[in-house]
């Protein structure tokens, strides 16, 4: 009996550890684009972010590319930010243009892959789920990226 348990432990704590290195698991500190994270205040995001060419109450738009997107019930907090154009880094140095393969040795494994008929989104989570990371690729290239708050 006392062998049984053993086994079944054995057996139980490598599936977990399987699993856990299935998935990459990102900090929050890299769910971030030109150092602007989500969850972070809209003044800090516009400190970092540069020239401003256009704001409304929904979203800033920076010189650089980045769309700086607030959340609704708290107008003062970043909940997205997308770069469709522009060099901005993410803190792994990923950018656009790059080839999809970076992706892998930058983030791991992404936690989701959604392939759809133009483009394929890879998406990496934070372990607590708050954050998220998308890359999307067009024809083996990052075409578009983005960092969003989930709760």
């Given at each position: 009996m006392k062998m049984n348990k053993r086994r079944i432990a054995l057996l139980m704590g490598t599936l977990l550890a399987a699993t856990t290195a299935a998935?990459?698991?990102?900090?929050?500190q890299q769910v971030a684009l030109g150092g602007i994270e989500p969850g972070m205040s809209l003044e800090q995001a516009k400190s970092l972010g540069g020239e401003v060419i256009y704001a409304d109450y929904e979203k800033t738009l920076f010189k650089n590319g980045l769309i700086v997107k607030v959340d609704d019930k708290r107008p003062d907090i970043v909940?997205?930010?997308?770069?469709?154009?522009?060099?901005?880094?993410?803190?792994?140095?990923?950018?656009?243009?790059?080839?999809?393969?970076?992706?892998?040795?930058?983030?791991?494994?992404?936690?989701?892959?959604?392939?759809?008929?133009?483009?394929?989104?890879?998406?990496?989570?934070?372990?607590?789920?708050?954050?998220?990371?998308?890359?999307?690729?067009?024809?083996?290239?990052?075409?578009?990226?983005?960092?969003?708050?989930?709760?």
């Amino acid at each position: 009996m006392k062998m049984n348990k053993r086994r079944i432990a054995l057996l139980m704590g490598t599936l977990l550890a399987a699993t856990t290195a299935a998935y990459a698991s990102v900090t929050p500190q890299q769910v971030a684009l030109g150092g602007i994270e989500p969850g972070m205040s809209l003044e800090q995001a516009k400190s970092l972010g540069g020239e401003v060419i256009y704001a409304d109450y929904e979203k800033t738009l920076f010189k650089n590319g980045l769309i700086v997107k607030v959340d609704d019930k708290r107008p003062d907090i970043v909940e997205e930010i997308v770069l469709k154009t522009g060099e901005v880094k993410t803190p792994a140095g990923i950018t656009l243009g790059m080839s999809a393969d970076k992706l892998n040795d930058a983030y791991g494994q992404a936690d989701k892959v959604e392939v759809d008929r133009d483009d394929t989104e890879y998406k990496y989570r934070t372990a607590d789920g708050r954050k998220e990371i998308e890359f999307t690729v067009k024809d083996g290239v990052i075409a578009k990226i983005s960092c969003e708050l989930r709760d």
